[in-house]
């Protein structure tokens, strides 16, 4: 095969759930694409770092130092949503149910992946909590997605916030899903949903 092809697929593979098929699936697509489209992509991807940031405060997608959740005045400024990622962060506003403020970590803690509490913005959370304690009571909610890497910094956070002054930690809550059957319900999901019963 093209060396060149070859080449291409793997720079795509470097991307997160990209693997050899879909990387190669990428490179097939962009080939049939106008040579105008694929500058602008080019174009695009060049001057990535210069033209989108992270929030100095949050650390969501930016144009300048504070997205628009942080600079939207109306926002509840008692409740901190910790969540791993901006997707996370996303579909949490695409509901329009929550008004407060968030944290973005940058995943969650998985040895497996050489993720550990360092790679997190972590330090960053503590130091903001901290500052934001000072003139307010804060809830703090802790909203990692409900498998291994994220129950695990959901507890790591837990466990080094525990007796923060002035925050209470809060998590979302889980358990059975709507139109589901009792019996097909796995252990973890009944209990959660027993331990989050309202």
């Not at 991307?15 to 694409?33: E, N, T």
């Not at 940031?53 to 628009?68: A, V």
């Not at 995943?107 to 992946?113: E, Q, R, S, V």
Request: glycine letters at 8%.
């Amino acid at each position: 095969m093209n060396t060149k092809f070859q080449q291409l697929v793997k720079l795509f593979q470097r991307l997160p759930g990209v693997g050899p098929r879909q990387a190669a699936r990428f490179v097939i697509a962009l080939l049939d694409r106008p040579e105008e489209d694929l500058k602008e992509l080019g174009t695009a991807i060049s001057n990535l770092k210069q033209e989108i940031s992270f929030c100095g405060e949050c650390f969501n997608i930016s144009d300048n130092s504070h997205c628009h959740v942080c600079y939207d005045t109306k926002r509840d400024r008692n409740k901190l949503m910790v969540v791993e990622k901006i997707t996370d962060l996303e579909s949490i506003e695409k509901t329009g149910l929550y008004r407060g403020l968030y944290h973005v970590l940058g995943g969650a803690i998985n040895p497996l992946d050489k993720i550990n509490p360092a790679n997190l913005r972590i330090k960053e959370l503590e130091k903001r909590l901290g500052e934001m304690a000072e003139s307010n009571d804060i809830e703090l909610i802790i909203a990692t997605n409900p498998n291994t890497p994220g129950e695990t910094t959901a507890l790591y956070l837990r466990d080094i916030l525990a007796n923060k002054k002035g925050v209470s930690i809060t998590r979302l809550g889980r358990g059975l899903s709507s139109g589901s059957n009792l019996e097909y319900a796995d252990e973890t999901t009944l209990k959660h949903a027993l331990d989050y019963r309202k």
